[in-house]
């Protein structure tokens, strides 16, 4: 077409559109044409008239964009949508909430030399939910029980690390250091409850874990590195995630971008609504990777913190039994069928009363499939002190049932 145009129109390189007009007879322009402009200048007065009246101008307008199918937002919209007002009002009212229910906790206990006669006195500093107003303190049990022995390679020296000596809480606001005690600790879920001897305390309200959504605004708040009420912002990033920490426990956690660094422990993950609905408890720190927290889900704490509260410690079903996990590959190498291989088994439990014997293969729970530890302790904790479990297992190539009562660990 572009090249047509250079053609025809060697004297005009502009290349302006070129409109053909054709010869009609009179006869044609009476019939046709002139009725037909007249209707254009009717149908033009007309629209013209009713954009006049806005309620016709809006009907007009709403189906021209019904019709095509483009729904152009107002400036006002976008205004709207841009605008970070109502983000940063929810995390002012978020923080005036939630803050006051969180505290400082700092640790101190005495590290000895294995080897030297060489001892000092350490601190570590965590957070914690103050969940009752009578002063009973929700937090991590891997800030107050630091029981443990540490390498230090420096001087090739082993190092034990005693049980807290001391628990101190710090609240907000507050410059007064009240001294906590330890009410109860659990290493299986990593939760602890320390109480200290205060009253009107501001208890944290506790959200719905379960109804938790990817993508929802999330509140990190705690001590990190020791800065008071520090508060971070970001979203939930997954629900549901399993995590095995450096003592291979694994726990389901919810994973969020909020920064959560070393302090934030024992801390609140809140929801938009000022709500608890994780506690801080790790993230991954390695080069390459950002904003990977993570929070225990507070529906999961609730029982514990009770249990912690009223036994000072958690109860448990028991088998009774130290377990091998059989993959495919050791089974076959072994003569054995995959499930988990019966190593030991601790005496006047569960599992000896029942007729469990070393070298039997646990191959199912309540008729469903287990393979690993995990598997089986995950059945063996939906059930309660006193039921019966039936354990499927092969020994010697035969398979057979053994029901077990389930006595207190």
Known sequence: MEENSKKENKKEPNYRPVTTVKN???????????????GILGATLVVGTCFGIPGIKQKLIGNFKNHNEVDVPSSSEVQNVVSTNDYSDTAIGVAD?????IVGIKVEYSVNSIFYRQSSTATATGSGIIISTDGYILTNNHIVDTSS??????????????????VTVKLYNDETEYEAKIVGTDSQTDLAVIKIDKSDLTAAELGNSDDVKVGEFAMAIGNPLGMDTSVTCGIISAKDRQITDSDNKTFTLIQTDAAINSGNSGGALVNADGKVIGLNTLKIASTGVEGMGFAIPINSTIDIYKQLIEYNKVKRPYIGISGVDL??????ANNLVVGIYVKSIDEFSSAEKGGLKIGDVITAADGKEVKTMDELNEIKNSHQIGDNMTLTITREGNKKDITITLQEQ
């Not at 009609?24 to 007249?38: D, K």
């Not at 993959?327 to 076959?332: L, P, R, V």
């Open 24 to 38: 009609f007879n009179s006869s044609f322009g009476r019939q046709v044409m002139f009725p037909f402009i007249s």
């Open 97 to 101: 909430k939630v803050l006051p229910s």
């Open 149 to 166: 022995t540490v390498t230090n390679n420096s001087y090739n020296s082993f190092y034990s690390v005693t049980e807290a000596s001391k």
């Open 327 to 332: 993959d495919e590959e050791t089974a076959k």
